[in-house]
């Protein structure tokens, strides 16, 4: 609980603040209004605490405090950035390739390679997994859709599911790992029309 002290005559306001002791002298002469006064900037500065906005420079700009809680501030900020920063979709597609690789024949690996490269890598490889969205894993499959396949005619629905299957996987994955929802829920598959012999 914060408390106000007489040092040499002036009020000190005492308090704790980030689990640290906190004196501060003013410049307020000791008697009764001004007792008052430093008791309603005490419980503002309680009351901020509690609700987080205080902010130690508002208050005392000259205080060694200020500057020491402004760097603990920022380091907290930056821990925090860190922690929240995923890999981008080139990097977590390594890592997944590289555990896939015990479970997959050679011939399904060179072609989950290829569609990488080809189409999702371009397309997404510099994006953070945890910033890709619905709308453009959505897009992306419009455009493939209107693709050219050898200059002659556009991907079937079967190829396309072909190169949405490892992009699923890969942000399904990515989703579980880094705690964030995936992107592909209520995207389906499309239909794969079966042409008559």
């Known amino acids: 609980m914060a408390t106000i002290n007489n040092k040499n005559g002036k ?9 640290k002791r906190c004196r501060e002298q003013t410049r ?14 005490i419980d503002r500065i309680e009351a901020e605490i509690t609700l987080g906005s205080f902010v130690y420079a ?3 700009p000259n205080s ?5 809680f402004e760097e603990l501030n920022n380091r907290i ?3 925090k950035a860190g922690e929240n920063s995923t890999p981008t979709f080139s990097e977590f597609s390594d890592t997944w390739l590289n555990e896939k690789q015990i479970e997959w024949r050679d011939s399904h690996m060179a072609t989950v390679i290829t569609n990488l490269k080809a189409y999702l890598l371009p397309e997404f490889g510099e994006k953070d997994v945890s910033s890709i969205t619905k709308a453009q894993i959505l897009n992306f499959r419009s455009s493939l859709a209107k693709e050219p396949k050898r200059k002659k005619s556009t ?5 396309i599911n ?3 299957t490892p992009l699923r996987m890969i942000m399904n994955e990515a989703a579980d790992r880094y ?5 592909f829920l209520g995207i389906k598959s499309l239909n794969s029309i079966k042409t008559a012999k």
Request: charge should be positive; hydrophobic fraction near 35%; avoid cysteine.
């Open 179 to 183: 705690e964030f929802t995936s992107p």
């Open 58 to 60: 508002d208050y005392f």
């Open 162 to 164: 072909k190169i949405m």
């Open 64 to 68: 060694k405090k200020a500057k020491e």
């Open 11 to 19: 009020l000190q306001l005492d308090f704790r603040y980030k689990g």
């Open 155 to 159: 991907l079937s629905p079967a190829s």
């Open 77 to 79: 900020l930056a821990d």
């Open 28 to 41: 307020l002469e000791d008697n009764q209004a001004n007792r008052r006064r430093a008791k309603k900037i």
